[in-house]
């Protein structure tokens, strides 16, 4: 058994190199797929993270009452905190909204008028950020009933504005990539397909000295690996060069950089190699079964 | 069935045709339709006993290359039975088909050579694949380079050589795992005469060492010098067998 796998895996390294146009060829169109594949999949994830982070500007906001104390403010806030579907909770007292409107309008190059006032006419109010901008009832409902609430924004419009264009974004991607994995899956498969088409006289000779079926296959699946791997190899190593000018990029358009990079670089490079190992051991077990089937 | 009256009878006939010397080749009311409905073969009776030298001819389309490939088990017969060594083809299981292939060397008119491969690693090849060591192989694969003529070319590519040398080539593979028939399929068809006579010397030297040679060809001064047994096929039915015959019906 050990014999005949370490056998398989000599005659697939010389069958690659013997065959060194074709092989090399099938791995640059493997690193292609790949990089097109890892490429979408980063867009994608970055995609999701703009969406998240445009969804968690949703929040319902309370407004308190003028007469409203601190206390009765601080119990709200403690109220709505400890609920699941609370993410954060700012209190904005008073003097924190004047001082945001104050600095909004310089920011915008307004002549500040807020000075000429006698009284601050802001009231203060909690901002409560969402894990779901979807899941904002529960949260609605327990601060119109709190005490030294005025009253609570109705955010049901912006919601619903909201997670209509994220659905469709989102749709729109995972479509995409689902397209553009199959569309590697295709081009790989016939690659490699290729490669041993081109090898079909080997495979016939073989099958005339004498060669089991076992014999044939497996250093064509071994040799299939050796591309996908190579392939995803040399693919992760042009995204890592890449990765540097990528998340400055993404941080230019997106805002915010995908929530864990490190996760993201993880599954990046297990998509890349599980691809490449495995569309390599597939498209080479599809190809030489066809013909070793008579 | 087989006509030993004719013309040549009155030759020597090779000896292993006579007395009760086992078959190799046996078949039986062989007929083989492909699918789309040509008949390649209609009711082959063929017996051919260990050491014989049988050459198989007539006209392109006669039925020869499906005998052949019938023998090596790369088509099935749809009636009749087609034994080799006493195993029914028929009755083989895909895992036992490579291991009835081993006992048989094949070769070709266009050689069937790996042209990525030396020499040495043609001939090693039909080895490797019965799973045998490299330090089994090397003295064999030598060895037959040597029965051939070819130990000075068994570092060069297939390229490298003359068509005499890449059927020599071709032969040493057939015989390194020392089988008891060799099927050739007109293995001198894309040679000159001169080399053509070579390629029949070694094959007829490997047949006195006992070896049993089936040869489709078309090669009619070969095949009338030797006044070996011939079989002659058309439109798949076998119309003369006869012993010590020329490649043309005699009569």
């Not at chain 1, 009765?72 to 954060?88: C, F, H, N, T």
């Not at chain 1, 659905?167 to 790989?188: C, D, E, P, W």
């Not at chain 1, 995204?239 to 805002?255: E, H, I, K, T, V």
């Not at chain 2, 390194?176 to 001169?194: C, F, Q, S, Y």
């Amino acid at each position: 058994m050990i014999p005949f796998v370490l056998f398989s895996i000599r005659r697939a390294w010389q069958g690659f190199w013997r065959n060194g146009l074709m092989s090399i060829a099938a791995t640059a169109t493997m690193t292609f797929m790949l990089l097109l594949l890892g490429g979408f999949w980063i867009v994608q994830a970055g995609l999701s993270a703009g969406l998240q982070y445009v969804e968690q500007k949703v929040q319902v906001v309370a407004y308190m009452k003028e007469d409203a104390t601190q206390a009765q403010a601080d119990e709200a806030v403690a109220a709505v905190r400890q609920m699941p579907e609370v993410q954060d909770v700012v209190y904005v007292s008073k003097d924190e909204a004047l001082a945001r409107f104050r600095s909004n309008l310089a920011e915008r190059g307004q002549p500040d008028l807020t000075g000429s006032l006698d009284t601050n006419p802001l009231p203060a109010s909690i901002e409560v950020y969402l894990v779901d901008p979807t899941d904002f009832g529960a949260i609605v409902t327990q601060l119109e009933s709190s005490a030294g609430v005025d009253r609570v924004d109705d955010v049901q419009q912006l919601v619903d504005r909201v997670t209509t264009v994220t659905t469709v974004i989102r749709t729109v991607g995972i479509v995409a990539l689902v397209l553009v994995g199959l569309t590697v899956l295709f081009i790989i498969v016939n690659t490699i397909r290729l490669a041993v088409t081109s090898r079909a006289e080997e495979i016939e000779i073989m099958r005339l000295v004498g060669a089991s079926d076992a014999f044939i296959r497996w250093p064509f699946i071994f040799e299939g690996a050796l591309v996908g791997v190579l392939g995803a190899l040399v693919t992760l190593v042009i995204l890592g060069a890449a990765a540097a000018p990528l998340s400055s990029l993404m941080l230019g358009f997106f805002r915010v950089l995908p929530l864990e990079f490190g996760t993201l670089v993880r599954d990046v490079a297990v998509l890349v190699l599980v691809t490449g190992l495995g569309l390599g051991v597939v498209g080479s077990y599809v190809s030489v079964r066809s013909y070793l089937i008579r | 069935m087989t006509l030993l009256a004719g013309p040549g009878s009155d030759r020597q006939a090779p000896a292993a045709t006579f007395g009760a010397a086992r078959p190799v080749i046996f078949l039986r009311d062989v007929t083989k339709t492909y699918p789309g409905g040509k008949v390649a073969l209609r009711d082959v009776d063929l017996t051919i006993r260990e050491g014989e030298y049988v050459f198989i001819v007539g006209p392109s389309g006669a039925g020869k290359s499906t005998l052949l490939k019938l023998l090596i088990r790369d088509e099935v017969a749809t009636e009749g039975q087609v034994f080799i060594d006493g195993t029914d083809l028929a009755r083989l299981g895909r895992r036992e088909i490579p291991r009835v292939r081993r006992r048989i060397g094949t070769i070709f008119q266009d050689f069937k050579l790996l042209p990525t491969r030396t020499v040495w690693e043609n001939v090693a090849f039909a080895l490797e694949v019965t799973g045998a060591s490299r330090r089994t192989i090397a003295p064999l694969v030598d060895r037959v380079l040597a029965l051939v003529g070819l130990t000075a070319q068994a570092g060069q590519l297939p390229t490298q050589l003359s068509g005499g040398e890449q059927q020599r080539t071709a032969i040493a593979r057939a015989l390194v795992h020392d089988p008891r028939l060799i099927i050739a399929d007109e293995p001198t068809g894309n040679l000159d005469p001169l080399i053509s006579w070579e390629i029949i010397q070694l094959l007829l030297r490997i047949n006195e060492l006992g070896v049993t040679v089936l040869m489709a060809t078309h090669d009619a001064e070969v095949v009338t010098a030797l006044r070996r047994r011939v079989v002659a096929l058309e439109e798949g039915r076998v119309v003369r067998d006869e012993l010590g015959a020329a490649y043309h019906r005699e009569d």
